[in-house]
């Protein structure tokens, strides 16, 4: 069975850090993509960030800059480290996988606020 657990949301001051941490398991054929996805009240579903298998990243432009995406393939693990927050970035937090046979998996989210 496939799990992806999410951890390291919460809340923070704007101009405050976090890492968002989601560790996979179950995906008997391997991870290629990793990536992460926000979605705020009232609106969809964005893409924020991806690492390839070669470790290639692209990031949307709201959060490049302040956001860096890494991954440790031993622990099966990826990682969204967000710096410089601010109230704009309140959303849950889901983190996307992508096994070698092109099948996604999604977690369960994480909460995000920024706030004063």
């Known amino acids: 069975q496939v799990q992806l657990v999410e951890s390291g949301g919460g809340l923070v001051e704007p101009g405050g850090s976090l890492r968002l941490s989601c560790a996979a398991s179950g995906i008997a054929s391997g991870i290629s993509a990793m990536a992460w996805y926000r979605q705020a009240p009232g609106k969809q579903r964005e893409f924020v960030a991806r690492i390839t298998i070669i470790n290639n990243t692209a990031y949307a432009d709201s959060v490049k800059g302040r956001f860096t995406i890494s991954r440790d393939n031993a622990k099966k693990t990826v990682y969204l480290q967000m710096n410089s927050l601010n109230p704009e970035d309140t959303a849950v937090y889901y983190c996307?996988?992508?096994?070698?046979?092109?099948?996604?998996?999604w977690g369960q989210g994480t909460q995000v606020t920024v706030s004063s």
């Open positions: 996307n996988v992508v096994d070698l046979g092109g099948t996604a998996y």
